[in-house]
């Protein structure tokens, strides 16, 4: 299951990884948001051997919505060494996601 990531932690925890991290910015407000939510989930539980995952609140998190330019949720960005190296956004069947990271891990 993803991990919420705030503010507070989101340089440490991202930067920190050994691994590629995979942080889902949403709100609970946001059906297409609601829908991915368990897709994203599952990934977590399935590549958490080859990926960490993370959800971030928009709504709570304002501040990193605006550092990584969030215009539409929900939007996942990969980061690899701290930094963003891909981004999705919308809602997308679990094959796509999985598809989508494979090609850049």
Known sequence: MAK?????DFDSVVSGS?????VDF????????????????QVAQEMSDRLDVYKCNVDDEPD???RFRIVSIPTL????DGKPVH??????PKPAL????????
Do not use: H, Q, Y
Request: net charge neutral; proline share 6%; aromatic share 6%.
């Open 4 to 8: 919420a990531i705030t503010s507070i």
């Open 98 to 105: 999985v598809s989508e990271l494979e090609a850049n891990l």
């Open 77 to 80: 960005i990969l980061f690899k």
């Open 87 to 92: 981004t999705m956004v919308g809602n997308m």
């Open 64 to 66: 990193l919505a605006t």
């Open 26 to 41: 949403w709100a609970s407000w946001c059906g297409p948001c609601r829908a991915l939510g368990p897709v994203v989930d």
């Open 18 to 22: 050994a691994k590629p991290v995979l």
